[in-house]
């Protein structure tokens, strides 16, 4: 007896045929669905913030507002109380490491090109500094045409959930020169074990990452993969892009960022790379909880 589908008889299994593929077709689409849904992370908030505002000027602003030095910082500060739904999470712990990073960071942007630091320095003495610094090159200048210098830091949350909470502080300090200095720097920190969450706990290969890094950087802007990045502007020691530690937790991918100068002149301004969890799924760590 003959096992093939006899060509008169085809017209009756196409039905049938269609059926199949489309249960198939339905169920691998289902599937992939689910796949990719698994990293996206829900939205829960972990602590609460409250906004807060800084700011310091030299005694000639009021004179002269367009000859002066100004600092001002948009910060945040975590509160000791949470979301009903986190009410597990250790406050007394948690909330003081946050906002001692949150802290950090506006210092370490606000001291750029400081010369009079101190050993501890606080946000109130980096003003004062950044100031004193620019009525020293308002004296010392040659130039009686001399410019404003205005330091501004906004600190900002990005992601906050169960188990992380990416703190963002972002700065533009003009000090006279051709361009102002602008960039971002980002925070991942643990939530259960208060911690500074490094790139090498999130994934198990940053060899290999890196490749992927460099081949979004490719395509975002249509480089092939047989030119030499320096020949498209980038400021790189070798055709090799460098893996930033600068990079955030959203709740759909990794992004990294590289800022002015990082890789680039300024005038190609700063980059961002994104990559969804469901691009580098096998080279998440599974031991991290980072899809809670």
């Known amino acids: 007896m003959s096992h093939f589908i006899n060509p008169k008889r085809l017209p009756f299994y196409i039905p049938a045929i269609l059926t199949v593929l489309c249960v198939c077709f339905s169920s691998c689409t289902t599937e992939k669905s689910k796949r990719a849904e698994q990293f996206i992370i829900p939205q829960k908030d972990t602590l609460l913030f409250k906004k807060t505002f800084f700011q310091r000027k030299s005694a000639n602003c009021n004179n002269d507002s367009a000859n002066c030095a100004t600092v001002t910082v948009h910060g945040i500060e975590a509160l000791m109380q949470t979301s009903k739904e986190n009410a597990i999470i250790n406050r007394s712990l948690i909330v003081p490491f946050v906002n001692e990073c949150i802290q950090k960071e506006i210092k370490e942007n606000l001291r750029w090109d400081i010369t009079s630091l101190t050993d501890r320095p606080t946000i109130e003495g980096l003003a004062d500094a950044f100031i004193a610094d620019y009525e020293r090159d308002r004296n010392e200048s ?49 939530t259960h074990k208060p911690r500074l969450i490094h790139l090498s706990d999130i994934v198990n290969d940053t060899v290999a990452l890196r490749k992927i890094v460099e081949l979004k950087l490719r395509e975002k802007y249509d480089i092939p993969l047989y030119h030499d990045l320096r020949k498209h502007g980038f400021t790189l020691d070798s055709n090799s892009l460098p893996l ?44 991290l909880k980072i899809l809670q």
Request: net charge negative; aromatic share 12%; glycine share 4%.
């Open 142 to 190: 040659l130039n009686d045409d001399t410019v404003a210098w205005s330091c501004s830091i906004d600190a900002s949350i990005e992601h906050n959930t169960e188990h992380f909470i990416t703190i963002k502080v972002s700065s533009y300090i003009h000090t006279g020169g051709a361009q102002p200095l602008q960039m971002s720097s980002y925070s991942v920190l643990s």
């Open 244 to 287: 930033t530690k600068n990079f955030s937790i959203s709740r759909e991918g990794l992004t990294f960022h590289y800022n002015p100068y990082d890789i680039a002149p300024y005038s190609m301004g700063s980059h961002m790379i994104h990559l969804p969890y469901r691009m580098i799924s096998h080279y998440l760590r599974r031991d």
